[in-house]
């Protein structure tokens, strides 16, 4: 029976394990304590065209620049003293150094890839001198520099790849996705604070600060719950339904209310999280209320959250919709209703598969 009663919170701590998330749990608790309070980081950088390793110089400033606007102190001085070191490796005809074929980092747009034999840094870091799994890539948006180099009457192939190269390290935001990795949430909290943030960045850090469980950062995320830029309050959202504390549901259930309207699915998904993680049937009547609504995005959401905490008041009014939808399907059907009725489906099975093992 207790092990029935839980099974939809597994389901939902299963699906809230974030790549970041797994790849930290393999860290022993020695690794990850020198992680966030690394300072120090000896920043290694290599370049490789056809005809050699060009001055990897112009490569360094970029990196070193930019770890040093979150914070660190970048050295480049292996003899002198440093926490760990980031390693980037930018080559004309990219050699892959990946992670596996299939899943994890393979399914990120920045992970390295098998096929790409075109332009690329590959970035990576060592704790006590052991290569972490930790991997990602940016790439140009040319593959064969020879011909890109033509187009652009540029003399040398491999310095034009380099440059290409430069630019994309300018505008790839590494710094917080290494700052996320090391679990350095107070950095993050840090920048997010900074008025100078970019609203990029902010969506960026509060995505990161979801998959790192930042209970800490819940007060912040709350106040972007209500800002008046949708991206970051859409992204506050969806990291508090990540973080789970309890908290968050009274705000969130007023946003849901009466928040903007273009914001009100993410609230709805977030809050199905939280309340199933909880059991908290107090999340039950303004979702069904919400579920009267003409808002088709805000409706198929409020279903799936229904859905996570299975609770028989609400059966009656998913089969009703559910019911009037019965006729909607085939290639000419709106996108948007197949998916409620897909929601539906899995809501009402929920309902009825707690019932059954109750």
Not at 138 to 152: H, L, N, P, W
Not at 251 to 267: D, H, S
Not at 309 to 323: F, H, S, T, V
Request: proline residues 7%; charged residues 25%; hydrophobic residues 40%.
């Amino acid at each position: 029976m207790k092990t029935a009663m839980y099974l939809p919170l597994i389901l939902l701590i299963s699906l809230l394990v974030t790549e970041s998330s797994a790849r930290r749990e393999l860290l022993t608790s020695q690794q990850k304590e020198l992680l966030e309070k690394a300072e120090r980081v000896l920043v290694e950088v290599i370049a490789i065209t056809d005809h050699g390793s060009p001055d990897p110089s112009p490569l360094t400033e970029v990196v070193t620049r930019r770890m040093k606007e979150v914070g660190y102190t970048a050295v480049t001085d292996p003899t002198q003293p440093h926490d760990l070191v980031f390693k980037v490796k930018c080559e004309q005809r990219k050699v892959w150094e990946g992670t596996t074929t299939m899943g994890s980092d393979a399914d990120m747009p920045d992970s390295p890839s098998r096929v790409w034999k075109g332009p690329a840094c590959q970035l990576t870091y060592l704790l006590d001198g052991k290569k972490m799994s930790w991997r990602k890539e940016v790439r140009t948006e040319f593959q064969d520099s020879i011909q890109a180099a033509e187009a652009s009457k540029a003399p040398d192939p491999g310095a034009y790849a380099m440059a290409k190269l430069k630019d994309r390290l300018e505008e790839y935001d590494f710094p917080v996705f290494i700052t996320a990795e090391w679990g350095q949430e107070d950095r993050l909290l840090k920048i997010l604070d900074d008025p100078s943030t970019t609203q990029a960045r902010k969506v960026r850090i509060i995505s990161m600060l979801g998959y790192l469980f930042s209970a800490k950062a819940v007060p912040r995320l709350l106040t972007g719950l209500k800002d008046p830029d949708l991206a970051v309050a859409k992204a506050a959202a969806v990291a508090l339904g990540n973080i789970g504390q309890k908290e968050s549901i009274p705000v969130m259930i007023e946003v849901m209310q009466t928040g903007p309207k273009e914001l009100r699915p993410e609230v709805a998904k977030g809050l199905g999280i939280v309340g199933a993680l909880h059991g908290d049937p107090s999340i039950i009547p303004p979702l069904l209320e919400a579920l009267k609504t003409d808002d088709l995005a805000l409706k198929t959401e409020v279903v799936w959250a229904l859905g996570k905490l299975p609770d028989r008041r609400a059966y009656e009014p998913l089969y009703q919709i559910y019911k009037s939808l019965q006729n909607v399907r085939g290639p000419d059907a709106d996108p948007q209703i197949l998916k409620l009725k897909e929601a539906l489906n899995w809501s009402m099975k929920q309902i009825d598969t707690w019932e059954y093992i109750q």
